[in-house]
């Protein structure tokens, strides 16, 4: 699906979507659970309806009812489950562990850039843990499960790693612990998953380089749990107001454990004019100036931020970004790609970006890249464009956002299917 928005400001009230990152981790907890557990889940996704059906061939029971899902914990089957990962990174990566604690042998596949994304280190420690693999890149057989111990691995290539070892650690026979080998990096998506497993009974003890999981221990299934709102997809639109006119976006757990909440002092940085009340953000524009930004802790907030950037005096700089080359795109390619076919200015290095403020953008066309974060960049791209914005495989939202569109006309925006 190719699309045409011409350009136009954003305004009022929008509330955010359940939060993907906190949906895959009650999910899994739930699954893993001694009992029944309902989760209130206001709108799913590819990403979620993926790790749902994954759980499902693990022999989880899974029912929606509109926005209630009941889980049923998993009762392990005999034959072998086959796990299709799809294109969630997220999935697979917390997934592999699971599957291979549970079951003596697993298929899993997946599509895509899926194959290609990093999973070497989580292999490798989890083959000096008894496992083997028939290949080293999906489609491929798992066998052997998994044994507890020492794991050793980095921190600095995907926090998703340590998740996933750290949801399979109940299952094992053994104490597990986590060793570090670099500087943990997006260290709020570990804390969001030990939050979620000691909601579920599960205790997780820190140290200076890593983590610990007592052996015997059990997920216990907890009253019912509502997904709390997504900040990640959120940024989206409170970046909109920075650039264009007031947006208020609801439902924000203004305590939540997600990374991108940083987007309130990142807009505020940049100078906006953000307020903050107990369940939403309100932003609206100022005079923004240009600013250097850490991006490794919130890596999925690059695309967007760099709209924000072209808007903003002087040149911004996102520094520390090496990650972004190993997501859905190369978001150092794919976001100066998106600048540059908008009629902006960006310049890519090895581990950063830098974005020129240009004020007012050039409209044009441009692509998704197969990447929901690039697609919904791009649109709110079109507020401070001169010319319609043209996208194609717009349809890409799908991944974490399906109704971003919806929601997007819903404060003004003008979309045409072409």
Same mark, same amino acid.
């Given at each position: 699906?190719?699309?045409?928005?011409?350009?136009?400001?954003?305004?009022?009230?929008?509330? @955010?979507?359940?939060?993907?990152?906190?949906?895959?981790?009650?999910?899994?907890?739930?699954?893993?659970?001694?009992?029944?557990?309902?989760?209130?889940?206001?709108?799913? &996704?590819?990403?979620?309806?993926?790790?749902?059906?994954?759980?499902?061939?693990?022999?989880?029971?899974? /029912?929606?009812?509109?926005?209630?899902?009941?889980?049923?914990?998993?009762?392990?089957?005999?034959?072998?489950? $086959? $796990?299709?990962?799809?294109?969630?990174?997220?999935?697979?990566?917390?997934? $592999?562990?699971?599957?291979?604690?549970?079951?003596?042998?697993?298929?899993?596949?997946?599509?895509?850039?899926? =194959?290609?994304?990093?999973?070497?280190?989580?292999?490798?420690?989890? !083959?000096?843990?008894?496992?083997?693999?028939?290949?080293?890149?999906?489609?491929?057989?798992?066998?052997?499960?998994?044994?507890?111990?020492?794991?050793?691995?980095?921190?600095?290539?995907? &926090?998703?790693?340590? &998740?996933?070892?750290?949801?399979?650690?109940?299952?094992?026979?053994?104490?597990?612990?986590?060793?570090?080998?670099?500087?943990? /990096?997006?260290?709020?998506?570990?804390?969001?998953?030990?939050?979620?497993?000691?909601?579920?009974?599960?205790?997780? /003890?820190?140290?200076?380089?890593?983590?610990?999981? *007592?052996?015997?221990?059990?997920?216990?299934?907890?009253?019912?749990?509502?997904?709390?709102?997504?900040?990640?997809?959120?940024?989206?639109?409170? @970046?909109?107001?920075?650039?264009?006119?007031?947006?208020?976006?609801?439902?924000?757990?203004?305590?939540?454990?997600?990374?991108?909440?940083?987007?309130?002092?990142?807009?505020?940085?940049?100078?906006?004019?953000?307020?903050?009340?107990?369940?939403?953000?309100?932003?609206? =524009?100022?005079?923004?100036?240009?600013?250097? $930004?850490?991006?490794?802790?919130?890596?999925?907030?690059?695309?967007?931020?760099?709209?924000?950037?072209?808007?903003?005096?002087?040149?911004?700089?996102?520094?520390?970004?090496?990650?972004?080359?190993?997501?859905?795109?190369?978001?150092?390619?794919?976001?100066?790609?998106?600048? +540059?076919?908008?009629?902006?200015?960006?310049?890519? /290095?090895?581990?950063?970006?830098?974005?020129?403020?240009?004020?007012?953008?050039?409209?044009? !066309?441009?692509?998704?890249?197969?990447?929901?974060?690039?697609?919904?960049? &791009?649109?709110?791209?079109?507020?401070?464009? +001169?010319?319609?914005?043209?996208?194609?495989?717009?349809?890409?939202?799908? *991944?974490?956002?399906?109704?971003?569109?919806?929601?997007? *006309?819903?404060?003004?925006?003008?979309?045409?299917?072409?």
């Amino acid at each position: 699906m190719d699309i045409s928005i011409k350009p136009n400001y954003l305004n009022g009230e929008v509330d @955010a979507i359940s939060s993907k990152s906190h949906g895959h981790r009650i999910l899994i907890c739930a699954a893993l659970a001694d009992k029944t557990t309902n989760i209130v889940l206001e709108k799913t &996704s590819i990403d979620i309806d993926t790790t749902m059906n994954c759980l499902r061939a693990l022999g989880a029971k899974i /029912e929606k009812d509109g926005i209630n899902i009941k889980v049923t914990p998993i009762e392990k089957t005999n034959s072998v489950p $086959l $796990l299709d990962c799809m294109e969630s990174g997220t999935t697979y990566r917390l997934m $592999l562990p699971i599957a291979a604690a549970l079951y003596k042998e697993v298929d899993f596949t997946g599509r895509g850039r899926l =194959p290609e994304r990093p999973m070497s280190d989580l292999i490798n420690a989890m !083959k000096e843990h008894g496992t083997t693999f028939s290949k080293e890149k999906i489609p491929f057989t798992v066998k052997n499960g998994l044994k507890g111990g020492v794991f050793e691995i980095p921190g600095d290539v995907s &926090s998703q790693y340590i &998740s996933g070892l750290l949801f399979a650690a109940p299952l094992l026979d053994e104490d597990v612990e986590i060793r570090l080998t670099t500087k943990l /990096e997006s260290r709020n998506y570990v804390e969001m998953t030990i939050d979620a497993m000691e909601q579920f009974g599960v205790v997780v /003890e820190r140290f200076e380089n890593g983590f610990f999981v *007592k052996k015997g221990q059990k997920y216990i299934s907890t009253s019912d749990v509502r997904i709390e709102g997504d900040w990640s997809n959120a940024a989206f639109f409170l @970046a909109a107001g920075a650039i264009g006119k007031e947006v208020v976006v609801r439902k924000l757990n203004m305590n939540s454990t997600q990374g991108d909440k940083e987007i309130v002092k990142v807009l505020k940085d940049f100078g906006a004019k953000v307020e903050v009340g107990e369940d939403y953000v309100k932003v609206s =524009p100022g005079n923004l100036k240009a600013i250097t $930004l850490d991006i490794s802790e919130i890596p999925d907030s690059l695309p967007i931020l760099s709209i924000v950037a072209s808007y903003a005096e002087g040149k911004t700089e996102f520094i520390n970004a090496k990650r972004l080359r190993l997501k859905e795109s190369d978001r150092l390619v794919t976001t100066r790609k998106m600048i +540059e076919n908008l009629g902006g200015k960006a310049f890519e /290095e090895p581990e950063s970006l830098t974005v020129e403020g240009v004020r007012k953008l050039k409209g044009g !066309k441009t692509e998704s890249f197969n990447d929901h974060r690039l697609a919904m960049a &791009s649109a709110i791209g079109s507020i401070i464009s +001169e010319n319609k914005v043209i996208i194609k495989d717009a349809e890409a939202v799908n *991944k974490s956002y399906p109704k971003f569109y919806e929601d997007f *006309k819903s404060l003004g925006g003008n979309i045409d299917v072409i």
